[in-house]
C-alpha cells in the first residue's frame, strides 16, 4: 500500500525544514525574508485577509516595536498608549528619550506615542507609531466638551491598537514611567 498524499507531503515539509535548520545561509535567508514580509504592509493585509484576522480590533500584531529592539518576538511584547498630551515643547523631547530608556531596560512593550503637538519628527526618529488628538486649546466643538472627546479617542486608540495600558507622561517625573518600568519580564 502506498503513502497517501498528505503523509508525503509532510516527509516532503519535514526533509525541507530538516536541510533548511542545517544550512546557515539558508537559516539566515529564511530570517531575513520572514522580517521583510512582517515589515510589508501589503503582506500583513494579504495574511489578515488568508487567516481572516480582524485587524481593527486588537490590530496590534503588526505594528513596530520602533527602532531600539531587536530581534524575533517582539509582536508579542503588549502595546502602550504613551500620552503626552498636555507635555510642554520642552519636555517632549526628554519625555520621548526617557521612555527609550525603559523600553531598552525592560524589553517588555511597543509604544503607541500620543500627541496633541508637532512632534511627529521626534517620535519617527524612534520608530514608533504615532497618533494625534486634537489639543484642548484648539479644541472649538460647543456640544461636546474636550475630556469628553478625548476620552472616547482614548478608548478608540486602545481598541484599534490593541493596548495594555495607557501611560500619562505630560512630566519629566510623571509616575507613568514606573509604569513603563514595571512592564519588564524581570520586573
Known amino acids: 500500500m502506498s503513502p497517501s498524499p498528505a503523509s508525503r507531503a509532510a516527509r516532503l515539509a519535514q526533509t525541507v525544514a530538516r536541510r533548511v535548520r542545517s544550512n546557515p545561509t ?6 531575513r525574508v520572514a522580517g521583510r514580509v512582517r515589515d510589508s504592509r ?11 484576522l480582524d485587524v481593527t480590533v486588537g490590530g496590534s500584531v503588526f505594528l513596530s516595536a520602533g527602532r531600539l529592539l531587536g530581534g524575533q518576538g517582539l509582536d508579542n511584547l503588549p502595546v502602550v498608549l ?14 520621548l528619550e526617557r521612555v527609550a530608556q525603559e523600553q531598552v531596560l525592560t524589553g517588555g512593550f511597543r509604544p503607541v506615542v500620543v500627541l496633541d503637538s508637532d512632534h511627529f519628527g521626534a517620535v519617527r526618529e ?3 507609531p504615532v ?11 460647543p456640544e461636546v466638551a474636550w475630556r469628553d472627546y478625548l476620552r472616547e479617542r482614548l ?3 486602545r481598541r484599534g491598537y490593541g493596548a495594555v495600558a495607557l501611560v500619562e507622561l ?8 514606573d509604569v513603563l518600568a514595571s512592564m519588564g519580564a524581570g520586573a
Do not use: I, N
Open 82 to 95: 504613551v500620552l503626552l498630551v498636555g507635555a510642554t515643547d520642552d519636555d517632549v523631547p526628554q519625555l
Open 155 to 157: 478608548r478608540a486608540m
Open 131 to 141: 497618533d494625534f488628538v486634537v489639543p484642548e486649546g484648539a479644541w472649538t466643538h
Open 26 to 31: 539558508a537559516e539566515k535567508l529564511g530570517g
Open 170 to 177: 505630560s512630566e519629566p517625573d510623571g509616575l507613568g514611567l
Open 42 to 52: 501589503t503582506a500583513r493585509e494579504v495574511v489578515s485577509r488568508v487567516f481572516d
Open 126 to 128: 524612534y520608530g514608533w
